[in-house]
Structure formats: structure tokens, C-alpha cells
């Protein structure tokens, strides 16, 4: 048995760094993230079997975060040593959002050892691994194990993932949830969406020619519920009308979850 660093790595303010390396190591050959190895599909039977004991969600297997792992893998055994990052290396969520990876968390483990027997029981003997691969907050996993010179470099990363759906699903539901509180109109128009959209993307102020009473920007990893000054505002009767708009993330924070606006008309 060789090696496990401390690895704890979750991240809800994600970092905003691009990829910077080269994402495969010419020595192993390319592998599709379709594909599994034994030590592989062995790690993620063994983290859902310690998962289903304790009545906590399964996880599914994701193949953009399984090619964010073989890109870490990768470096892993080219530098035949552990870390979370290397000297020139993408930290852990600019590689999961490079590799299309959609999430508002996400974590990983990493470890070097004979097998991968070996690496899961380490992990699990670990405080902050154990807590990585048992947290109820992440549903998805992407693995990656390399052989090199008798032993396996191992990468679990993890991610709460967030459900893709166009900017009109996004401002659809939204609007369904201000509408249900049945205490404002929505503005529909097309210059009222683009409108709200470009005051989504903008950092301070608004867009458009009429002014809004109140205008909230928020990001959140679900549509199913309004934050709750803005349900406070929308109940109190001070105002008419709404807008809202959604914007996709700016450059350095690609893979924030949705981003919304909603502009508030007396």
C-alpha cells in the first residue's frame, strides 16, 4: 500500500481558472468515457454498496466528470505522485466545467496504491475521503484508475449535477412560481424579456426603458423554489408587474447553475 494525501476539495464558490494542460498522456492510450475498466466499475460498486447501507442516494456514473478524472489521472501518473493540482494544472472545477460538467458543487478523491481493493478501503478509513464519498449532497461520480509501474492512480470526483434547460425553460418555470403566489402580473413582451435577460447578464443596474421598482439577480442550482426576499416582495402588493430573464454564465464563472433576473414594476 502506497499512498492517500488528505483530499478534501469541495467547492460551493467555484474557481474561475481554464485548463491549461494537456488532457491526455501520450504513453496511455485514448480511452472513451464510455468505457470502464474492472478497478473502475469495482470503485463504483463499492462507493454505492457503502452509499445503499447507509440509505443514502446512489450515484450515477457521469462521463464528462469520468474524462475530468482521467485528464487528473492522467497527470497523476505521468508525475507518478498524488495532489489535486500540479504546477500548471486546472484546479478540480475548472476541470469538471471544461469537460461540460454542469454542477454547483462538487469534491474528489484521489490516492495511489497496488489496488484498487486497497484504494477504496483507504478512503474509507479517511475522514475527509470517507466524508467525500458519503456526502448525500452529490449524486454523480466520475472514475479514472491508471496502472503504471505496479500501481494504480486513482480519481474519484464527485458533483451535484444540475439539469440543463434552455434559457425559455428556465424564465418558464420562474414565471410559473411568481404566478402561483397570484399577486402579480408578468410582463410577456418581447422587449420585457430582452429586457430582463440583459439586466441577467449585467452586473449592476438595468436594461430596457422603463425603470424597475426592484430588480434581483440570483444563481441557483434549482428552479422549484424563489429566494425568499423575492417572495416577500412579490407577496407584499407593492408592486404589478414582472419580468424575468435568463442568462447563461459569465466567462469566469462558466458553470454556475442558472442564472436568473426578475425586474419588479409598480
Given at each position: 500500500?502506497?499512498?492517500?494525501?488528505?483530499?478534501?476539495?469541495?467547492?460551493?464558490?467555484?474557481?474561475?481558472?481554464?485548463?491549461?494542460?494537456?488532457?491526455?498522456?501520450?504513453?496511455?492510450?485514448?480511452?472513451?468515457?464510455?468505457?470502464?475498466?474492472?478497478?473502475?466499475?469495482?470503485l463504483l460498486s463499492a462507493a454505492n454498496q457503502e452509499r445503499a447501507a447507509r440509505n443514502l442516494p446512489l450515484l450515477h456514473r457521469d462521463s464528462n466528470l469520468?474524462?475530468?478524472?482521467?485528464?487528473?489521472?492522467?497527470?497523476?501518473?505521468?508525475?507518478?505522485?498524488?495532489?489535486?493540482?500540479?504546477?500548471?494544472?486546472?484546479?478540480?472545477?475548472?476541470?469538471?466545467?471544461?469537460?461540460?460538467?454542469?454542477?454547483?458543487?462538487?469534491?474528489?478523491?484521489?490516492?495511489?496504491?497496488?489496488?484498487?481493493?486497497?484504494?477504496?478501503?483507504?478512503?474509507?478509513?479517511?475522514?475527509?475521503?470517507?466524508?467525500?464519498?458519503?456526502?448525500?449532497?452529490?449524486?454523480?461520480?466520475?472514475?479514472?484508475?491508471?496502472?503504471?509501474?505496479?500501481?494504480?492512480?486513482?480519481?474519484?470526483?464527485?458533483?451535484?449535477?444540475?439539469?440543463?434547460?434552455?434559457?425559455?425553460?428556465?424564465?418558464?418555470?420562474?414565471?410559473?412560481?411568481?404566478?402561483?403566489?397570484?399577486?402579480?402580473?408578468?410582463?410577456?413582451?418581447?422587449?420585457?424579456?430582452?429586457?430582463?435577460?440583459?439586466?441577467?447578464?449585467?452586473?449592476?443596474?438595468?436594461?430596457?426603458?422603463?425603470?424597475?421598482?426592484?430588480?434581483m439577480r440570483f444563481s441557483s442550482g434549482s428552479l422549484d423554489q424563489l429566494p425568499s426576499e423575492l417572495k416577500t416582495r412579490v407577496a407584499s402588493g407593492r408592486?404589478?408587474?414582472?419580468?424575468?430573464?435568463?442568462?447563461?454564465?459569465?466567462?469566469?464563472?462558466?458553470?454556475?447553475?442558472?442564472?436568473?433576473?426578475?425586474?419588479?414594476?409598480?
Amino acid at each position: 500500500m502506497k499512498q492517500l494525501r488528505p483530499s478534501t476539495h469541495l467547492l460551493l464558490a467555484l474557481a474561475t481558472a481554464i485548463c491549461l494542460i494537456p488532457c491526455a498522456v501520450a504513453k496511455h492510450p485514448a480511452k472513451s468515457a464510455d468505457t470502464t475498466t474492472v478497478a473502475e466499475q469495482y470503485l463504483l460498486s463499492a462507493a454505492n454498496q457503502e452509499r445503499a447501507a447507509r440509505n443514502l442516494p446512489l450515484l450515477h456514473r457521469d462521463s464528462n466528470l469520468a474524462r475530468a478524472a482521467d485528464q487528473h489521472a492522467q497527470a497523476m501518473a505521468r508525475h507518478q505522485s498524488i495532489s489535486h493540482q500540479f504546477p500548471g494544472e486546472a484546479a478540480l472545477a475548472s476541470r469538471g466545467a471544461s469537460m461540460g460538467v454542469a454542477f454547483n458543487r462538487i469534491s474528489e478523491n484521489v490516492a495511489e496504491a497496488p489496488s484498487a481493493v486497497q484504494i477504496h478501503d483507504m478512503w474509507m478509513h479517511s475522514e475527509g475521503h470517507r466524508a467525500n464519498l458519503l456526502d448525500p449532497a452529490v449524486d454523480a461520480v466520475g472514475i479514472r484508475v491508471i496502472a503504471r509501474n505496479g500501481e494504480l492512480y486513482a480519481v474519484e470526483d464527485f458533483a451535484r449535477t444540475v439539469p440543463s434547460a434552455s434559457l425559455e425553460d428556465q424564465e418558464f418555470a420562474i414565471r410559473a412560481l411568481i404566478a402561483h403566489m397570484g399577486k402579480i402580473a408578468l410582463a410577456s413582451t418581447p422587449d420585457d424579456i430582452s429586457a430582463a435577460r440583459h439586466t441577467c447578464a449585467m452586473t449592476t443596474g438595468f436594461a430596457g426603458a422603463r425603470k424597475p421598482t426592484y430588480t434581483m439577480r440570483f444563481s441557483s442550482g434549482s428552479l422549484d423554489q424563489l429566494p425568499s426576499e423575492l417572495k416577500t416582495r412579490v407577496a407584499s402588493g407593492r408592486y404589478h408587474q414582472a419580468a424575468v430573464g435568463a442568462c447563461a454564465g459569465s466567462s469566469s464563472e462558466p458553470f454556475t447553475s442558472y442564472n436568473i433576473a426578475v425586474l419588479l414594476y409598480p
